[in-house]
């Protein structure tokens, strides 16, 4: 599916997505794809189709740093990818890159989650 058009006066929404391994987001960022848990698919598509623009910020869990961001492209469908080989993934949706490049989780600790106590990003 294709991403809705921009609409004015409706939120744009941030999630941090923890990924277990390094070469995870390695196939991410060649393909245009992600995968998460089917726990979030319910929350990413709602957020892709009541927002204006939903952006994915990638980390390796156990880092320290993030590895960049995307911008969902797509609602998360019913079909799965063997890209991970990981059981416990559910469907691809495509993700658009816009920085690839490791950034440490001390510069955005100006950075706080109003929405989890206010914590510091990472």
């Not at 409706?10 to 245009?32: A, C, D, H």
């Not at 939903?54 to 590895?67: E, K, N, T």
């Not at 890159?97 to 600790?109: D, G, L, N, T, V």
């Amino acid at each position: 599916s294709k991403s809705p058009s921009p609409r004015q006066n409706t939120p744009v929404r941030y999630f941090v997505m923890k990924s277990s391994n390094l070469q995870n987001i390695e196939i991410s960022q060649q393909k245009g794809i992600w995968s998460t848990k089917p726990s979030n698919e319910r929350k990413l598509n709602g957020a892709f189709w009541e927002s204006s623009m939903v952006y994915l910020i990638f980390s390796v869990q156990g880092s320290g740093h993030f590895q960049g961001f995307a911008r969902m492209c797509s609602s998360i469908g019913c079909e799965k990818s063997q890209d991970w080989g990981s059981a416990g993934l559910g469907g691809v949706f495509k993700v658009e890159w816009i920085r690839k490049e490791s950034i440490p989780f001390q510069f955005a600790h100006h950075l706080l989650n109003p929405w989890n106590d206010n914590k510091k990003v990472q």
